[in-house]
């Protein structure tokens, strides 16, 4: 998946997968030899049944000694992500994965970004001190 090649292509990613949930065989890239990548690829299937438990949420996030692993999902299409850990690129991974949904044609959900003021919420009654 062409997509998946510009993760790889990036100095610090050692893999990258994604597709849908369902797929037997998700698109898989990696810089890393072949017994590597199918420990990835149970580890990125461990991830997805993880994520499962726990309700609404869609990310997922391992450090290892040497490797951060991200796993990310919206909707019925998942990307995961290996990097070198404290490696540069780990902080711009958030956006290249939902440009990446972007592409697979998932919906991008709407988060707030940094810095960005909370909702507005309205002020809760205060109960009157006489109970009345």
């Given at each position: 998946?062409?997509v998946?090649?510009?993760?790889?292509?990036a100095d610090?990613i050692?893999?990258a997968?994604?597709?849908?949930?369902n797929?037997?065989?998700?698109?898989?890239?990696?810089t890393?030899?072949e017994e590597?990548r199918q420990?990835?690829r149970?580890?990125f299937k461990?991830?997805?049944?993880?994520l499962?438990?726990?309700?609404?949420q869609?990310?997922?996030?391992?450090?290892?000694?040497n490797?951060?692993?991200l796993?990310?999902q919206?909707?019925?299409?998942?990307?995961?992500?290996?990097a070198k850990?404290?490696?540069?690129?780990?902080?711009s991974?958030?956006r290249?994965v939902r440009?990446?949904?972007?592409v697979?044609?998932?919906?991008i959900?709407?988060r707030p970004?940094?810095g960005?003021?909370?909702?507005?919420?309205p002020?809760?009654p205060?109960?009157d001190?006489?109970?009345v």
């Open positions: 998946m062409a998946l090649s510009k993760f790889i292509q610090g050692e893999a997968c994604g597709g849908p949930r797929a037997l065989d998700y698109a898989f890239e990696s890393l030899g590597e420990v990835y149970e580890i461990k991830m997805i049944e993880l499962d438990l726990i309700p609404q869609d990310e997922l996030k391992i450090t290892l000694d490797q951060s692993l796993l990310r919206n909707g019925d299409v998942f990307v995961a992500v290996v850990k404290g490696h540069s690129v780990v902080k991974l958030q290249m440009r990446t949904f972007k697979l044609g998932a919906p959900d709407k970004e940094k960005s003021p909370p909702p507005l919420v002020p809760t205060k109960p001190p006489q109970g």
